[in-house]
């Protein structure tokens, strides 16, 4: 377990990293529309998430399933197109149908586990013992997720309480920003699924 620093550094590093930063878009689609109050929900669906990737993820690295990769760059940008779009139409000041945003954080969370899985697969190489390294990184996404969250969280209650935006339009506003980008992203990767 001495690699156990290492891989949770690596794990929130990539979550993290503006490189790639349509997971970051994602949880912050997916807890956009919360409040600080809310954050007991909210730590559920991140972690809802985190069940879904930590299970394509521990798939592919032990390579019982294989998917395409471009095929999976491409869903990546339509979970968060799908996320956001569901928080512009709905009508409601809060959140609502907790069951149904649990088990869309779950199955979205499938997809961007097979997305994290090339990531990992090269930086463990040939490497024989690989359960405690995925742990480990797997706990390490959970972590960088739960900062993007807090961030969030805290972002918005200085906007709506602080500031006094009111909360519909902030999560309008942060769910179009959200949408524009995430449609750019998926018109962009879309051209590889035909090549």
Request: charged share 15%; glycine share 8%; hydrophobic share 55%.
């Given at each position: 377990?001495?690699?156990?620093?290492?891989?949770?550094?690596?794990?929130?590093?990539?979550?993290?990293?503006?490189?790639?930063?349509?997971?970051?878009l994602f949880v912050m689609a997916l807890c956009g529309t919360y409040m600080l109050a809310d954050w007991k929900k909210v730590l559920i669906l991140v972690t809802a998430f985190t069940v879904g990737h930590s299970i394509t993820?521990?798939?592919?690295?032990?390579?019982?399933?294989?998917?395409?990769?471009?095929?999976?760059?491409?869903?990546?940008?339509?979970?968060?197109?799908?996320?956001?779009?569901?928080?512009?139409?709905?009508?409601?000041?809060?959140?609502?149908?907790?069951?149904?945003?649990?088990?869309?954080?779950?199955?979205?969370?499938?997809?961007?586990?097979?997305?994290?899985?090339?990531?990992?697969?090269?930086?463990?190489?040939?490497?024989?013992?690989?359960?405690?390294?995925?742990?480990?990184?797997?706990?390490?996404?959970?972590?960088?997720?739960?900062?993007?969250?807090?961030?969030?969280?805290?972002?918005?209650?200085?906007?709506?309480?602080?500031?006094?935006?009111?909360?519909?339009?902030?999560?309008?506003?942060?769910?179009?920003?959200?949408?524009?980008?995430?449609?750019?992203?998926?018109?962009?990767?879309?051209?590889?699924?035909?090549?």
């Open positions: 377990m001495q690699e156990f620093p290492l891989y949770f550094q690596l794990g929130w590093q990539h979550i993290l990293d503006w490189q790639g930063y349509d997971h970051i993820l521990a798939l592919s690295v032990f390579k019982i399933i294989s998917v395409n990769t471009a095929l999976i760059e491409f869903l990546i940008p339509v979970t968060i197109l799908v996320t956001a779009a569901s928080n512009i139409f709905s009508k409601r000041k809060k959140p609502k149908g907790q069951t149904f945003k649990y088990l869309m954080a779950l199955s979205f969370g499938l997809i961007h586990g097979l997305g994290f899985s090339n990531y990992l697969k090269s930086l463990l190489g040939k490497s024989s013992s690989i359960t405690a390294e995925l742990f480990a990184f797997n706990i390490g996404l959970e972590f960088g997720q739960v900062l993007i969250v807090a961030g969030v969280l805290i972002l918005s209650f200085i906007l709506i309480w602080i500031v006094k935006i009111k909360r519909w339009d902030w999560n309008f506003f942060l769910s179009s920003a959200i949408f524009g980008i995430s449609f750019v992203m998926a018109a962009e990767r879309f051209p590889a699924l035909l090549g």
